[in-house]
């Protein structure tokens, strides 16, 4: 067991005593227990200085009893003349009232000389204490020091697992096993992810050797066999271009800073089936663009949406087989503008949806680099979809088909926005739109 873990121990009953936060924040204990280690000392300094001036007073006090009662007076002689002085009679409240004077000045010396001794003692026990104290206090702070110098890119699983008093330092170690959770997901990702794109790098690049060393060996290889060399170098460098630009754009980090501005989803939606008409004519699949009941805008970047509605009909087009349907739909679910993408293809089986958006993963890997995908479509999507503050999802059934729903905030409604001009004391403006 740790010295944290001990400490944390020793401190179970106290957790489970309901505090207020500030009663249970390392402050308000380090208040309390100064405070009261300072009136522990001070009882004891004020203690201490009484019995060490009691015990330092003498029992007998030596008197100058010569100077306490020899009185000189001055005779006048006969005629005026002034005599010297001569011894007089004696003064017993003279002799008592010197000698107390003479007691107080050795009593204030000694309780200045006792004074000064307990102010450095005090002091020094009072610095001694406050260093134990703290350090008692902050021992989980070099738990913490110790167990991050022990994590590295390889050891990414220790914990602190802190289970004392919910203050500062309870706060500061679950931030820090959350920080360590998050590292440790992300340098799994990235393992996975370099090991995935060095996977996918090697095929093509594998695929064009192994045809230029079959054609080398063969030093009578017709023209027809070169120019379908050439054809499958040209295949490959394209497949290796698309991923290359698929890997910068999910590398990308400033998708937060682009331009937005209101898309039509409908329009947007009838544009994507006219320039995948051709190739859903090819495969014999259907695209149909569900009429909306409704004018339904979003502020987004227009580009990178497209994108997004683009590769997912692609992708059914591809996927869900000859004589299916892709239908693309748009609608307003409670606060959310929502485009559809369905097909009624195979479907996915379940136990590939909760992967279905991770790079490079594939339900069936053959075909899909068959048909000449990345594997980053689908992750590309997701990126994309949330960095524009919305959400992709999917729901799929075997032998029924898959559906991939797109979530968005809408745009400031017309009426909205025609008001908010009236009351700025502006003229409200119609600007036509184009129906797709």
Known sequence: ?????????????????????????????LTIWYSSLMLIFGVAFVLALNIAVRLDQPRVVTIDTYALTAQYEEVAAPGGALMGPV????????????????????????????????????????????????????RPVRDITETAAEITASNLGKRLNYDGPKDELWALAQTFDSMVDRLEHSFERQRQFVQDASHELR???????????????????????????????????????????????????DHERMEREPVELQALANEVARELGPVAQ?????????PSRERIEVDTNPDLLYRCVLNLTDNGIKYSGSG??????????????????????????????????????RVDAGR???????????????????????????????????????????????????????????????IPVRQG
């Open 87 to 138: 011894r007089g009679s004696f003064d017993p409240l003279l002799l008592v009232q010197d000698a107390e004077d003479q007691i107080y000045s050795e009593n204030l010396d000694r309780l200045r000389f006792w004074s000064l001794l307990s102010v450095v003692g005090l002091a020094v026990a009072a610095g001694i204490g406050g260093y134990l104290i703290s350090g008692m206090m902050l």
């Open 1 to 29: 067991m740790t010295s944290l873990s001990k400490l944390s121990a020793g401190r179970g009953t106290f957790s489970r005593v309901q505090l207020p936060f500030f009663a249970r924040s390392i402050r308000f204990r």
């Open 368 to 430: 899909s680099r068959r048909e000449g995908g990345t594997g980053l479509g689908l992750a590309i999507v997701k990126e994309l979809i949330e960095s524009l503050d919305g959400t992709v999802t999917v729901a799929s059934e075997l032998a029924k088909g898959s559906t991939f729903t797109i979530s968005l905030p809408p745009a400031v409604e017309e009426s909205e926005a025609e008001e908010q001009r009236s009351i700025a004391g502006e003229p409200a403006i119609t």
């Open 282 to 290: 090819a495969r014999d699949v259907t695209v149909v663009v569900s």
């Open 203 to 253: 095929t093509p690049l594998a695929a064009i050797r192994t045809n230029i060393e079959v054609t080398e060996m063969d030093p009578e290889t017709p023209v027809e066999e070169y120019r379908e060399l050439v054809g499958t170098i040209k295949n490959q460098t394209d497949r290796l271009t698309r991923l290359s630009e698929d890997l910068l754009l999910l590398t990308r980090e």
């Open 324 to 361: 299916s349907t892709v239908t693309i739909s748009v609608e307003r679910v409670a606060d959310k503008a929502v485009l559809h993408v369905a097909d009624n293809g195979a479907g996915i089986p379940a136990e590939n949806l909760p992967r279905i958006f991770d790079r490079f993963y």
